[in-house]
């Protein structure tokens, strides 16, 4: 199973007082070797997290990532494909793992760690279909919305809209 994982952040921190928390969970599952590193994609890394550290850790294992200074440099549509074309090289099957931060604040004020300079749901929405209509999707989790943080409820409906969006490719492909 290969993992793409929507992130502002790459959750792969070595720990510290917690054994288990929000920051960990790539690390853990490198650890377990749950998942070959060519099959775990990242997208819309940026800020402060991963540091130095963190991207030689990932460079190390072999993971995939692209950063919003690649998105930036090359465009959303040549990383989009980029993304697409690792998610299907090889895996039978992707779990979606979605945290909401990498969308740009903007689009998603409600949360608890929001980083500039996100994505927007215009590029979001069609490769979350995309992904869903082209591969079997066996999970789709969508993490880290807090509504006591939305007043506007531009959180709520964006985050509604994205599981929307892959219910909407799986249902493509089981037309074709
Ligand atoms: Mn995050």
Redesign the pocket.
């Known amino acids: 199973m290969g993992i793409v994982h929507f992130?502002?952040?790459y959750?792969a921190g070595a720990g510290g007082t917690h054994l288990l928390s929000h920051g960990q969970p790539v690390r853990r599952l490198f650890n377990e070797k749950l998942v070959p590193g060519k099959n775990f994609i990242q997208i819309g890394l940026r800020g402060y997290w991963p540091g130095k550290e963190g991207f030689e850790w990932m460079q190390e294992n072999g993971l995939r990532y692209h950063t919003m200074a690649e998105i930036e440099l090359k465009g959303w549509d040549h990383v989009m494909k980029r993304a697409m074309n690792e998610a299907l090289d090889g895996p039978e099957y992707i779990f979606i793992s979605f945290?909401v931060?990498?969308l740009d604040p903007a689009y998603m004020p409600g949360t608890g760690?929001p980083e500039p300079g996100g994505l927007t749901t215009r590029e979001v929405f069609p490769i979350v279909r995309r992904l869903c209509a082209e591969k079997n999707v066996v999970g789709f989790e969508l993490v880290?919305m807090n509504p006591l943080v939305d007043p506007g409820y531009t959180s709520a409906q964006n985050a509604d809209r994205i599981l929307r969006e892959c219910l909407t490719g799986i249902a493509m492909r089981n037309r074709a």
């Open positions: 992130d502002a952040h959750d945290d931060d990498v760690t880290e």
